[in-house]
């Protein structure tokens, strides 16, 4: 995989970083951060140019997330009408649309590079929870900054190492993922368990 990568962003250039980073912003398997880290590696030794790999993989990005965003905005109403037919979905609806109220700026920023394998939810979620889009959008560009920044930076500095490098960096982000997965699970548990007794302790009141 790494030696395909390394010929594609060689071959290939600008216009496939582009659609890479737009497709994994989408929550397509592609990989993302490694074209970036080898894109940098090209620039370093002037094979492409650091300005157009850096341009490119954020405008990528940026338009995969506002277009994320905008299908889970057109599918918002359909989705919350799901919902409202059970009371546990529309309290699930509930609960995201007063976390994104008062977190999603940070969330959306965060996930854009600590948290990279989530962004694309995150943008889905920020649409169908109705988040303004100018806020969305804000927020989303200066973590895309963040996230290019990062790898694009780092396959420039490190030419010599971008498989290790990414597998590094992919691991962390894996782990950070799944941490903010898991604590987020222990959470909504947390809340199901303490719903399951008050429902019990109002029913052993009533008799």
Known sequence: MNDLVLTLAADYGVPLLFCVTFLSCLALPVPSSLFMLASGGFAATGDLSLPAVALAAFVGAVCGDNLGYWIARRLR????GWLATRPRRAAMRDRAQDYMHKWGGSSIFFSCWLVAPL????????????YRWSRFALWGAAGETVWVGVYVGLGYLFADNITAISSLLGNLSGFLAALVV???LAIWLRHASNARQKK????????
Do not use: E, F, I
């Open 182 to 184: 898991a604590v987020l």
């Open 119 to 130: 962004g694309p939810y995150v943008n889905y979620v920020s649409g169908l929870s109705g």
């Open 200 to 207: 019990a302790d109002r029913k052993k009141a009533a008799s």
């Open 77 to 80: 109403g359909r989705v919350t």
